[in-house]
Structure formats: C-alpha cells, structure tokens
C-alpha cells in the first residue's frame, strides 16, 4: 500500500523559511517522480514542483521559482521541500504525491504564512 | 501556461443520476490528462488517467474521455459518497495546470 507522510508545517512569519518532508513506502521510491502540490484554504489545487527519480531534473511553477527548492533521498525514502522567503500567498495545505501525473496523494502539511 | 477550463464549476443533482464535467485545455495536450476527486477535508484522489483510463479499484461508473483540447468526466448512477468536488489536470506541459474544479452538490 502506498502511503506518504507528510510533515514540517507550521506558522511562519513572512520572509520566513520551512522544510518541509515526505515520508513514503508502499512503493519503490527511487524509481519514481515525485511532485508537491498545494492547496491555499478553501481553494483549488495547485501544482507546485515535481522531481525525476535519481533527482537530476526539477520543475517549478513560475510563482515559487528561485524561492523554493524540491530534493529527494531515494536512500531514506524521503521528498523535501525547502520554503524560503515565504509570502501570504503562500499559506496553503502542502501535499506530498508519487508519479509524474501524481497517482498518490498524502494527507498534507499545514503552512501558515502570517505576521 | 495552459489554462484548463473546467464546466459546470458547480452541479446539483440527485442520486441514481448521470452528470457530466467538461475540461477544456487551452492548447492541444494529446491525452495527458487526470481526474481527481476531492472530497472534503481529504486529500484529492486519483480516479482517471491518460484522459480514460480508470484508476484501479475506482467503480466503473466512472469514466473519461476526450482528447487534445476537449475533455469529459461522466458518472452514471450517482451515489452518496461522489457528491465531492472534481479536478482535471493536464501533466503534458510544465507547469502543470489544474482546472479550478467543479462542486457535485447533492439536489
């Protein structure tokens, strides 16, 4: 069974930074893409970054381009995702997902963007 | 960026009934494309893939269809647990792009 945890959410005052962390099994890891994608409270979905399997390739959305940074572990199972200088508009639910076309989904992690 | 357009973006109906989702891609993106259903306070499931192909141990009352710019979800025989809100997303060209979803309402 596929399962991704993830963790590392919280409240952070603008221009702050968070990492956040995907814990997955149920799967072999280091052979698939692995993406992040948010969702801001009580809106739509929104893709944020994916990665290729041995983590030579990452992809963003224009909007966090040059203030987020997606990586992996394929030795400890693990997706990362540093948030540097963080806005408002950032505040969302951050959910971990496996594949390329994002397959499997975690529950989410909270970050709050406020003052 | 590719902009997916989705209609209705909400829809009451009833159970037992069929209902139809549109998702219209701004450019052609072949059959690259996904429904998701998200249900409230949970995380967004994968139901379709490559624009018809069902998710495996989604009921078959599901289905896709389409391709390039055009592109529909319908559910025949609606039960309890459909009413949710539903996403397309198009995976053919970076960034990849959500529909801004469509709520199923209960009529």
């Known amino acids: 069974e596929v399962q991704l945890v993830e963790s590392g959410g919280g409240l952070v005052q603008p221009g702050g930074s968070l990492r956040l962390s995907c814990a997955a099994s149920?799967?072999?890891?280091?052979?698939?893409?692995m993406s992040w994608v948010r969702q801001a409270p009580g809106k739509g979905l929104e893709w944020v970054a994916n990665?290729?399997?041995?983590?030579?390739?990452?992809n963003y959305v224009d909007s966090v381009k040059g203030r987020f940074t997606i990586s992996r572990d394929n030795a400890r199972n693990s997706l990362f995702l540093q948030l540097n200088s963080l806005r408002g508009e950032d505040t969302a639910l951050y959910y971990c997902a496996n594949g390329g076309h994002i397959d499997y989904w975690g529950q989410g992690t909270l970050v709050t963007v406020s003052s | 960026d590719i902009q997916m357009t989705q209609s209705p973006s909400s829809l009451s109906a009833s159970l037992g009934d069929r209902v139809t989702i549109s998702c219209r891609a701004s450019?052609?993106?072949?059959?690259?494309l996904g429904w998701f259903q998200q249900r409230p306070g949970k995380a967004p499931k994968r139901l379709i893939y490559?624009?018809?192909t069902l998710q495996s141990g989604v009921p078959s009352r599901f289905s896709g269809s389409g391709s390039e710019t055009e592109f529909t979800l319908t559910i025949t025989s609606l039960q309890p647990e459909d009413f949710a809100t539903y996403y397309c997303?198009?995976?053919?060209?970076?960034?990849?792009?959500f529909g801004q979803g469509t709520r199923l309402e209960i009529k």
């Open positions: 997303l198009q995976h053919n060209t970076y960034p990849y792009t």
């Open positions: 149920g799967f072999p890891f280091s052979s698939y893409w």
């Open positions: 990665i290729k399997p041995d983590g030579s390739e990452k």
């Open positions: 450019q052609g993106i072949r059959k690259d």
């Open positions: 490559a624009a018809s």
